[in-house]
């Protein structure tokens, strides 16, 4: 029971919840009591070491620091007595006495001026104490510096560090006065493991730490010179965290987190430094068509050497030319030449008007997206026996959880500001398992690390839930009053006891069992996936045993408990939800029902569109070699990099008769268009997108699109029209009101409370709810409420190592690139800190292989092969090579297996047979 405390503030009489702070009260009143080592942002705990905000409590000789105390029943706290005020000065005075001059200052607005104006302090009468203490200038990192003659030693920027984004990187040096931050041991920022979250820099109350781009050449700069403050979303994960843009001369200068729900106020290096991709010089700036002289379709188009290919339009002209390109194909040979790939990269209303254009405007449900190489497999499951495709619970609800397991994902590098939600979880006592062949980052933080073999996640899963039910651990009440299917499912589980899968799965029979014990009796127990499971010719089974597992042990509906896949494109769960799925229309409706396909034809005032499930992306591009699919839209995609067996894809891509390309940069993808259309990134447009906790937030244009490019969702409206279709839009806001008249999960949510409340959560029960964080607590959207398990057998990854290809590829990402590099390699800070095409190898692999670190290799499968530097890397396996696919010259996908799960049609891309082999060094025999 929460009991609130009544004390007298300033003369009222006022409550104080449990835990909160003098300080914090007096906020919540309006008295904003001056704070440097205090930071009133969540996950920092209050230090009470910089004296700047000591109030007077009656009865007690000494003044109390308001960050830090409590009050107690009855207590008597004044704020602005002429003690508390002079003391506070004091402070100001003595800390400004050793700060370069307000002129020449790091930071002309650093919260310290703020602070120092506040308690009437302008300058300092003391002369400098400690002059030269520590070496001044450390900017060997390319995103920030490190000016330690502004530094007060507050110590903000350790808890920054350690324990808000938990990476344990900065500490303390020296004692007292001398006392300063220092990286590691005491390396240069730039040499040290800093991984760039730029927490410290948000949170120095100084300008000690500073974002580069804020300071000139002399280190001198002003936080505060900016003409506009724009917060929108940012565009990379689906954490989906909230930003402040601050815009100089039309260009976004720093980037700062804020409180959103999913984030409050954390961000990451893709968030924080990632972000000038927009402005890059390669933006596409003008409507480009294809040369009637163009030297054929490929992949030899220098972003800087354009004008061989393509020539620059109007946008009338592109228009007609992309629209009047599928008219006539079309009309020779009806509507299923044309298919559609959209995007989880730009809004809502731009999914929604995407899968609109290609129903309403060709008849057929052609149209999907990346979400099919990413958690098609999990949304399979999860709607197969959970009737729901999005996650039960948010991230942040870790916070009540007492176990979680994180299997196939590594948040660390893929989800960092989730990522540090799990290892504040760790810090508080939680358990965490983490189950994944490499050494994932979050190893560290493991109560158990099962580092498994590739592709047996249902042998390992199976048996875990075996000891459960060998055991009696399961949880029958909630088994009998939510679920179906158990004795089948339980009798299923007899034939994997973890003595007979330890084999299999390459972990010890004990451990399965004291996982499975560890899990199954914990109050509150959670379930994270990603990639590692659903790019699975078994994916779908994958994502069924973790259902399973949750169910049987009641970890869903409760608080600290729950089933969440990470989605990964920052608006792939909003594009799903909006429709742009072959199988479904907006809500996950199925297109074959006659119903459901009446009401969007009649909210779109169009004629009925086919009742046939349309086709997956992958298979568009087979249809494409079949000669059934000849022109194609692709917006804020790039297949040419992202798909499976890109020798296949690119041939597709060639032998269209006509693509037309919508994007922000001229693509590998663009490479292939016969028109292309420039877009605005998201920063340059209004629109809502939905988070991995189903967080719907909305984003705001910043900065205006450079040259011609437009927004677009009004480049697919223009294309509509030409199509025929009659739309009529002018703002993206009367797209997301019709998006409502069909999607009841958009119930109480309104264009106008999102720019109010800037994010709301589905389901939202009331005009005043701010969203459920937990579902399915009372039974599930399935017929009788049930979920149901659904047992899984154990199937091997489909291209198993052999004499020819003896090893195993597996590929994902790297905390700074960006899937396809289109975006992050030409982000400044990103490139510079991950500049070359990469792989890792165990440091014993490439010993026997006889290759150094940083040597070329040449990797080979049955599909194609690259070169690329090898690293030593001890987090994977011996007889793995782990390949990131945002690098062109050295593109992952040549080699990956497109053979794909029958039921999410998601394509193998962590397992295939490889075969490594040492470039030989014969420069000199030329
Ligand atoms: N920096 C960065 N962040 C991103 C992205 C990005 O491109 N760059 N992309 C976003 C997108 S769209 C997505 S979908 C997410 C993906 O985020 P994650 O799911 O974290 O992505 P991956 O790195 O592809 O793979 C996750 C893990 O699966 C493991 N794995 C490989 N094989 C197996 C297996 O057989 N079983 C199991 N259990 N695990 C296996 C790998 O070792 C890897 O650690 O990230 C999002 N965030
Ligand atoms: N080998 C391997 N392959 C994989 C995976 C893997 O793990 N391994 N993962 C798969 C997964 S999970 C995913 S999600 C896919 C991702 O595959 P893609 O979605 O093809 O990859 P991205 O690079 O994110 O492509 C986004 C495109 O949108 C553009 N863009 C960005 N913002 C905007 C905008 O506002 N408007 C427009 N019009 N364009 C914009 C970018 O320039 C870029 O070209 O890759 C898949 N491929
Ligand atoms: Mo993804």
Request: hydrophobic letters at 40%; aromatic letters at 6%.
């Amino acid at each position: 029971m929460t009991e609130t405390i009544t004390f007298t503030l300033d003369g009222d009489e006022v409550r104080a919840a449990p835990g909160e702070t003098i300080w914090e009260v007096a906020k919540r009143q309006g008295t904003l009591i001056p704070h440097l080592c205090h930071k009133d942002q969540k996950g920092y705990r209050p230090d009470g070491n910089c004296r700047a905000c000591m109030v007077e409590v009656e009865g007690e000789r000494v003044l109390a620091a308001s960050c830090c105390r409590t009050p107690s029943e009855g207590m008597v706290v004044k704020t602005g007595t002429p003690r508390a005020a002079k003391s506070r000065a004091l402070v100001m005075e003595l800390l400004l006495a050793d700060q370069p001059d307000r002129a020449t200052a790091h930071d002309r607005s650093a919260h310290l001026w703020d602070m120092a104006a506040a308690t009437g302090v302008a300058e300092s009468r003391f002369p400098a104490l400690e002059p030269a203490r520590v070496p001044l200038l450390d900017d060997s990192h390319v995103a920030m510096r490190v000016n330690l003659d502004a530094c007060i030693q507050c110590g903000l920027c350790v808890r920054a560090c350690r324990e808000v984004q938990v990476n344990d990187v900065i500490g303390m040096a020296g004692r007292g006065h001398d006392a300063y931050p220092v990286f590691d041991m005491a390396d240069p920022m730039g040499q040290s493991t800093c991984v760039a979250c730029g927490e410290c820099v948000q949170a120095c109350p100084t300008g000690a730490l500073m974002p580069a781009t804020v300071l000139d050449a002399d280190q001198v700069g002003d936080s505060a010179d900016i003409d506009r403050e724009v917060t929108s979303i940012c565009p990379f994960c689906g954490v989906g965290c909230q930003v402040s843009l601050k815009v100089k001369d039309d260009k976004v200068k720093y980037v700062e987190g804020i409180n959103g729900p999913a984030n409050e106020g954390r961000l990451c290096v893709k968030g924080r430094f990632g972000f000038d991709y927009i402005h890059h010089p390669h933006r596409l700036t003008k409507p480009l068509i294809r040369r009637d002289d163009a030297p054929g379709k490929g992949l030899n188009v220098d972003p800087a050497n354009w004008q061989a290919h393509f020539r620059e339009a109007t946008w009338d002209e592109a228009l007609d030319a992309a629209a009047g390109g599928w008219t006539a194909l079309t009309e020779r040979h009806g509507g299923r030449a044309i298919a559609g790939f959209g995007s989880a990269k730009c809004t809502n209303e731009e999914a929604y008007l995407f899968q609109k254009l290609i129903r309403q405007g060709f008849g057929h449900n052609n149209v999907d997206h990346c979400t099919r190489l990413c958690h098609a497999s999990s949304v399979a499951a999860l709607l197969e026996n959970v009737g729901s495709g999005a996650v039960t619970a948010t991230f942040n609800e870790i916070e009540h959880a007492d176990v979680a397991i994180v299997i196939g994902a590594n948040p660390v590098e893929n989800h960092p500001v989730a990522a540090t939600y799990f290892k504040q979880f760790t810090k508080r006592g939680g358990k965490l398992i983490v189950m994944d062949p490499r050494g994932v980052g979050l190893r560290r933080f493991a109560t158990h690390m099962l580092k498994f073999r590739p592709g047996a996640d249902v042998a390992m899963l199976n048996a875990i839930m075996a000891t459960i039910v060998e055991e009696e651990l399961y949880d029958r009440q909630y088994i009998a009053a939510y679920t179906e299917n158990w004795e089948a499912e339980r009798a299923h589980l007899a034939a994997f006891s973890p003595e007979k899968m330890a084999e299999v799965c390459g972990i010890p029979a004990e451990e399965l069992r004291a996982v499975a014990r560890e899990f199954a009796t914990a109050r509150a127990g959670m379930i994270f996936w990603g990639m590692g499971i659903s790019q699975h010719i078994h994916g779908t089974d994958n994502s069924r045993c973790l259902i399973s597992l949750a169910l049987m042990c009641g970890h869903v509906g409760r608080p600290g408990t729950g089933l969440h896949p990470l989605r990964g494109q920052n608006n792939v769960q909003g594009a799903s939800d909006a429709g742009l799925i072959p199988m479904f229309l907006p809500d996950y409706q199925t297109v074959t029902d006659d119903r459901i396909r009446g009401h969007f034809a009649k909210i779109w005032g169009a004629s009925d569109f086919s009742a046939e499930k349309g086709l997956t992306v992958t298979e568009i591009l087979d249809a494409v070699h079949a000669g059934q699919v000849r022109g194609m839209y692709i917006l804020g995609e790039n297949p040419a990099m992202s798909d499976p067996d890109l020798t296949h894809a690119r041939e597709a891509l060639a032998k269209l008769e006509h693509l037309v390309v919508q994007d922000i940069f001229l693509t590998e993808t663009a490479n292939y268009a016969d028109v292309i259309l420039p877009a605005s990134a998201f920063y340059e447009k209004d629109g809502t997108v939905t988070n991995t906790n189903r967080q719907v937030q909305i984003g705001r244009a910043a900065v205006a699109p450079p040259g011609e490019a437009r927004a677009d969702w009004a480049i697919t409206a223009a294309l509509a029209n030409r199509l025929g279709l009659n739309w009529s839009y002018a703002h993206p806001s009367e797209v997301f009101a019709e998006m409502k008249r069909g999607m009841p999960s958009l119930d109480n949510i309104t264009w106008e409370r999102l720019e109010r409340e800037g994010a709301v959560t589905y389901p939202s029960l009331s005009p005043e709810d701010p969203g459920q964080p937990i579902v399915f607590g009372s039974g599930f959207p399935r017929e009788g409420g049930r979920a149901r398990f659904t047992p899984a057998m154990v199937i091997p990854p489909a291209e198993l190592p052999d004499a020819d290809y003896p090893m195993i590829l597996t590929t994902g990402r790297q905390l700074e690139h960006w899937h396809t590099g289109s975006m992050t390699r030409r982000a400044t800070v990103l490139d510079a800190v991950e500049p070359e095409a990469n792989c890792s190898m165990h440091p014993a692999t490439l010993a026997r292989l006889g290759v150094e670190p940083g040597d070329p290799v040449r990797l080979t499968t049955r599909r194609g092969a690259i070169e690329i530097m090898a690293r030593a890397d001890r987090a994977i396996a011996e007889d793995m090579v782990f390949v990131p696919f945002a690098f062109v010259e050295a593109a992952a996908n040549i080699l990956t297996n497109p053979a794909l799960d029958p039921v999410g049609k998601i394509p193998e891309f962590k397992f295939a047979a490889v075969k490594v082999e040492k470039i030989k060094d014969n420069i000199a025999a030329e």
